[in-house]
């Protein structure tokens, strides 16, 4: 606020604002005690508070609570309460808006009308300003909710909409990034148009816009999944924004709105801070050219030693670059002082001006304050880019293992076997984005051999089709075959078996009947499970089923079959290795007494497009009885972990770049202290207050840049050295050889954006002090 200017707000209109929000508090209490909420929540929420479990039981409380809203709110009587809730939340909106009119103007007092006029031109950007804008807030508050109910509508759109004739929709990944690109854009627009509209921030503003109008979706958002009556009226609307909320975790879908919520927040700060800068001087104005040489005289972050030695650092460590560049700067600076030594003998003012030079050339603090900023940004770029992409590595390969092993999606019948699945293979195979498909029988039983038993899934599988869905035909070890269980004749005898074959035979036992061995049908285990029940290729297993047999006095009996083992498989997951096995189709019917299948299982093109191609499988079935699943979510649990997991992951190591900005704060104030008189003769010859803000914006968004361009190389270096060179783990603990690494664009981009995006935040604080300069201070203090 300048010198001649004070602000007085309207006391008259802060004491109705006031009356107002006691109406109002008045009103929702009659609603909520005429909603028998008071009486049911209020005594056992003060309790909690007053007890000896302090603020935290109290918030606990609040949130048990909270998640039990809607359904106490389905079952009180509204109807009698609607109206004071409705009449107290008039009166708020009325105290909120009496709160800005108390603020909205301002009583001029002239204390110096020639000094007004002098700052006013000066720096027109702070002179004679309101402190409070309705058509700010307005831009403000329209921009955030159209971009909330954008990426609400834009995703449930998109999520839907046909590919093509078979009513393929978008990618789950690829239609939220459309429509969060949507609305982030709408959000930068909306604080762009408030913040030149008031020609600065205008934080109030802001505030009271993502309280008034942001916060109303995520919470009905929110309470979704734990209100029926919501799940009812807005449930098959929003059925797919669920799905993707449910991506991090089926218990904590509100996780991915609130975050949505957060990045809208940042992108309408963002925005208000571009149109600020662009407009504060009272006209657009966004050229960057002459701030952007101040910034690389004040801080020379491109410098080429710099650069090198940031780089060598992230790459080779801090250790041997740091005494490399000592040896080399050491060596330099004493040939140098040679080299003026001996000058000074012949040339006393040539000696003196090299010193000189010498002197100069030497680094300053706010350079060594910069190169360590550079380095810090750097070190949480590429940790992020190695951690991150070493976890969609382990993701990937598992990912793998388990399509691998299991398809891409299930076809299966509610309520009953699947008898007619030869018909659903036929129809399913015309289905675009299909390119195999195969039936399968699952159930559970015991594996025995010896006096050894295991618990199993048996699968019954086509071995003429499964090769086409699954890898299993390419994870049976040597020494056996899958073509086996439908030749069971084919499968080599065990050695034991042989030999007791070959004494009956030499002892007569037999004799006439060639003693023949009992052929068995073929069974294929996993490794584990066959180290554990001590068998191989040839060797006789045989399976139990608790309930399969006939009923006897005592009830069910269980029933057993002899099988031979045709071949041992290795997934390499421990969980399918010791509990899957496989039988032939035929025979698992047999052995369970069932008719048909359990259902269809399903291979696609693409395999991240499998949720939108079985949804057009079950449009082809013509729905109920069919029902179809997709690898996430029959698997959504252990990808939901592992997303959060690499979430959670992400936010920690951020915070080494949080660590990195507050180093550019540190720079940044340095500079604005150094260069008070400069900052005072640029103000004084015209310079807006937007001008000095771009002028230390420049500075910090040059560290970041830089430092997140170093960052990513070196990130990138590491990834294909972990992938190239591979660091070496124990297979039979981790289950694979080497540590796996896979690059994803979208991730390994994101890392250098969040890094300038916080640098770019980390600046504006020093920058908006150095714009606050008083020019009469600036050279005072010189």
Request: glycine fraction near 12%.
């Amino acid at each position: 606020m300048n010198e001649g200017v004070t602000r007085r707000p309207r006391r008259s209109l802060l004491l109705a604002a006031g009356l107002c929000g006691a109406v109002a508090l008045g009103n929702i209490g009659l609603g909520l005690h005429r909603a028998d909420l008071l009486r049911n929540q209020a005594p056992t929420m003060l309790g909690i508070g007053m007890s000896w479990g302090g603020l935290p039981a109290a918030a606990r409380a609040f949130r048990n609570r909270a998640a039990q809203l809607p359904q106490t709110l389905e079952r009180t009587p509204l109807a009698a309460a609607r109206s004071y809730l409705l009449i107290g939340l008039g009166f708020w909106l009325a105290g909120a808006a009496l709160v800005g009119l108390a603020f909205g103007g301002l009583r001029r007092v002239r204390s110096d009308p020639h000094k007004a006029g002098v700052l006013a031109s000066l720096a027109p950007a702070s002179g004679m300003r309101s402190d409070f804008h309705w058509g700010t807030l307005a831009a403000y508050g329209l921009g955030f909710f159209l971009a909330e109910s954008m990426v609400v509508l834009a995703y449930a759109v998109l999520a839907g909409r046909s590919l093509a004739s078979d009513g393929a929709g978008f990618e789950p990944g690829v239609g939220f990034a459309i429509s969060f690109g949507v609305g982030v854009l709408i959000a930068l627009v909306g604080g762009f148009v408030g913040a030149s509209h008031a020609r600065r921030l205008a934080i109030p503003e802001a505030t009271i816009a993502i309280l008034y109008f942001g916060l109303p979706i995520p919470i009905v958002l929110s309470f979704l999944s734990r209100s029926p009556f919501l799940m009812m009226k807005l449930g098959h609307r929003l059925r797919e924004l669920v799905y993707l909320s449910s991506l991090l975790g089926e218990s904590r879908p509100e996780l991915g709105y609130w975050l949505v919520f957060a990045a809208l927040a940042l992108a309408l700060f963002l925005g208000m801070t571009i149109g600020f800068v662009a407009t504060s001087s009272g006209r657009f104005d966004a050229r960057f050219s002459y701030e952007r040489f101040i910034a690389s005289r004040h801080v020379g972050v491109f410098r080429p030693g710099l650069i090198v030695s940031v780089l060598a650092v992230l790459v080779l460590g801090v250790i041997p670059p740091l005494i490399l560049l000592g040896i080399v700067r050491a060596a330099q600076a004493m040939a140098e002082r040679v080299r003026i030594r001996r000058l000074g003998q012949t040339q006393p003012l040539e000696a003196a001006r090299a010193l000189h030079e010498l002197e100069a050339s030497a680094q300053t603090p706010t350079q060594l304050m910069t190169a360590i900023s550079v380095g810090g940004v750097g070190v949480g770029v590429m940790a992020l880019i190695i951690v991150l992409s070493v976890m969609s590595g382990f993701e990937d390969d598992l990912r793998q293992k388990i399509v691998g092993t299991h398809a891409d999606g299930v076809v299966l019948k509610s309520g009953e076997s699947m008898e007619d699945y030869p018909e659903v293979m036929a129809r399913t195979r015309n289905v675009r984005g299909v390119v195999g498909v195969t039936p399968f029988l699952m159930s559970e039983g015991m594996v025995a051999a010896r006096d050894i038993m295991s618990g199993a899934l048996i699968k019954g599988i086509d071995p003429q089709s499964a090769g086409s869905v699954t890898d299993l035909p390419r994870t049976i070890l040597p020494g056996g075959d899958l073509a086996w269980l439908t030749k069971p004749s084919s499968i080599p005898i065990a050695p034991d078996e042989a030999a007791l074959v070959e004494e009956a035979a030499r002892t007569g036992v037999g004799e006439g009947e060639g003693a023949p061995v009992e052929l068995l049908s073929g069974i294929i285990l996993g490794r584990e499970l066959a180290a554990q029940l001590r068998v191989s290729v040839g060797d006789r297993v045989n399976l139990i089923s608790p309930l399969g047999g006939a009923i006897g006095p005592t009830g069910p009996l269980p029933k057993a079959k002899a099988f031979r083992v045709a071949g041992i498989f290795y997934s390499g997951m421990y969980e399918y290795d010791s509990k899957l096995v496989y039988v032939l189709l035929q025979d698992a019917a047999d052995f369970f007494n069932l008719k048909g299948a359990t259902g269809v299982e399903v291979k696609v093109a693409d395999v991240d497009a499998a949720r939108s191609v079985m949804r057009s499988i079950l449009d082809v079935l013509d729905g109920y009885p069919y029902r179809t699943r997709d690898w996430g979510e029959m698997n959504s649990n252990l990808f939901a972990a592992l997303r959060l997991e690499k979430l959670v992951m992400g936010i920690i190591l951020s915070i080494i770049v949080v660590v990195a900005a507050g180093l550019i704060v540190a720079t940044v104030i340095m500079l604005v202290l150094e260069k008070r008189k400069e900052i005072a003769v640029l103000k004084a010859l015209g310079v807006p207050n937007g001008g000095i803000v771009k002028i230390f914006l420049t500075e910090g968004l040059q560290i970041g840049v830089l430092g997140g361009a170093l960052g990513l190389i070196a990130g990138l270096v590491w990834c294909v050295f972990i992938d190239r060179v591979g660091i070496r783990l124990d297979p039979q603990v981790y289950y694979i050889h080497a540590l796996p690494v896979r690059i994803v664009p979208f991730q390994t981009a994101l890392a250098p954006l969040v890094a300038v995006m916080v640098t770019f935040l980390a600046s504006l604080y020093p920058a908006l002090k150095a714009s606050q300069l008083d020019p009469a201070e600036g050279f005072r203090s010189e």
